[in-house]
């Protein structure tokens, strides 16, 4: 799977709202199961493994501002982190508003990618999450096409 941004990304994107703002103080949620077929659907029967907020405070995370044209990046300043809530295999994640109920929506913003050790768009040292333990993510990133 490529990165899947929702429709209410792209269309806030165009109209009226950077990436940026719309998921100011939002949160990653990192799940477990049968990966949703795009950003808009409903999470099915995926299970939620971990939340990642501001050092584990559950206060929303956000992006640095622009370094170069096509990439954002995580806020240097912020220790991005969450406590599994359930162990499992960690297969995919979405960047969401603080609001996101995780139901089908055109709407609502977000970005959905898969969780890996490389090469995805997630890269976690461990896939195996374990309920109780800190996960952390130093490295977070989105990039839009260059021409």
């Known amino acids: 799977m490529s990165l899947h941004v929702s429709t209410g990304l792209r269309k806030g994107m165009l109209d009226s709202s950077p990436l940026k703002t719309q998921l100011a103080a939002g949160f990653i949620k990192i799940y477990s199961g049968a990966v949703p077929a795009s950003a808009d659907a409903d999470l099915a029967s995926a299970v939620l493994l971990c939340t990642i907020s501001v050092n584990s405070t559950g206060t929303g995370i956000n992006f640095d501002t622009a370094a170069v044209l096509d990439t954002i990046s995580k806020a ?17 994640y979405r960047h969401v508003a603080a609001a996101d109920t995780g139901a089908a929506s055109t709407t609502a913003p977000r970005i959905q990618g898969d969780v890996g050790t490389s090469g995805k768009e997630l890269n976690l040292s461990s896939t195996t999450l374990t309920s109780g333990a800190t996960q952390t993510i130093d490295y977070y990133s989105v990039a839009l096409p260059t021409l």
């Not at 240097?76 to 995919?92: D, R």
């Open 76 to 92: 240097p300043g912020e220790v991005w982190s969450g406590v599994n809530s359930n162990s499992g295999t960690a297969s995919f």
